[in-house]
């Protein structure tokens, strides 16, 4: 199970940090992924880590504001999120990758979603 937390209510420009706890025993077998969902809009990944935490992805629009980073100790994967934007609203998701991971497929085991929401 996955279970993500951190989202809030934030001004443009602030910064939040979400974070996703998994609880299993075999954390570092897995690539995680956060994905967003804004009403009227599908689903979709923004950021990835591998099961080594060596490689990751970002969508376009949040290079160089946001970063994904793995905790194999907390069994906890994060999205630090800067200077952030009202078209960053939408609720984020976590959730395992199938391997290889650079397919961004999505596997079993979601989180039940995080409201993030920034005003102008």
């Known amino acids: 199970q996955l279970q993500a937390s951190g989202g809030g209510l934030v001004q443009a420009g602030d910064s939040l940090t979400l974070s996703c706890v998994a609880s299993?025993?075999?954390?570092?077998?897995?690539?995680l992924a956060w994905f967003r969902q804004s009403p009227g809009k599908e689903r979709a990944m923004v950021a990835a880590?591998?099961?080594?935490?060596?490689?990751?992805w970002y969508t376009d629009s949040i290079k160089g504001r946001f970063t994904i980073s793995r905790d194999s100790a907390k069994n906890t994967v994060y999205l630090q999120m800067n200077s952030l934007k009202p078209e960053d609203t939408a609720v984020y998701y976590c959730?395992?990758?199938?391997?290889?991971?650079?397919?961004?497929?999505?596997?079993?085991?979601w989180g039940q979603g995080t409201q993030v929401t920034v005003s102008s």
């Open positions: 959730a395992t990758l199938k391997e290889p991971w650079w397919l961004f497929i999505p596997d079993d085991y």
């Open positions: 880590i591998s099961r080594s935490g060596g490689g990751t």
């Open positions: 299993t025993r075999s954390f570092s077998d897995y690539s």
